[in-house]
């Protein structure tokens, strides 16, 4: 697998702390200690692409890799592409609570927010 140093901001995918909690909380309550949190960009959605998220306990060779607060999450490279520099955060308010992925590759997103071009 590939790791990159979470120092390379330009390179990496990074999760927030309220990100790296929650999901290390979820993963957690799956009762399953190696599991990652795979990121992926699939064709599809309003936009053009859409992002997947969910926990993986199989990595491939090529994964790109990176670790924050006991949490792992790996992406795929076709993926990584369009994630480069990306970050995934957490909210929990009285707006509504859920995982948001800030993206500088994408050119155009949809009002939902969970497609892009």
Do not use: W
């Amino acid at each position: 697998m590939t790791s990159l140093s979470l120092t390379d901001a330009r390179q990496q995918f990074a999760l927030t702390d309220a990100a790296a909690a929650k999901v290390k909380s979820l993963i957690e309550a799956e009762d399953t200690p190696d599991l990652a949190l795979r990121v992926a960009v699939r064709p599809g959605g309003c936009s053009g692409f859409s992002y997947e998220m969910y926990f993986d306990a199989d990595q491939a060779d090529d994964d790109i890799r990176s670790e924050k607060a006991g949490v792992t999450v790996v992406i795929d490279p076709a993926s990584f592409q369009h994630l480069a520099g990306g970050s995934l955060d957490y909210k929990d308010g009285l707006q509504g609570a859920g995982f948001h992925i800030t993206n500088p590759n994408a050119e155009r997103t949809c009002g939902c927010g969970e497609s892009f071009s």
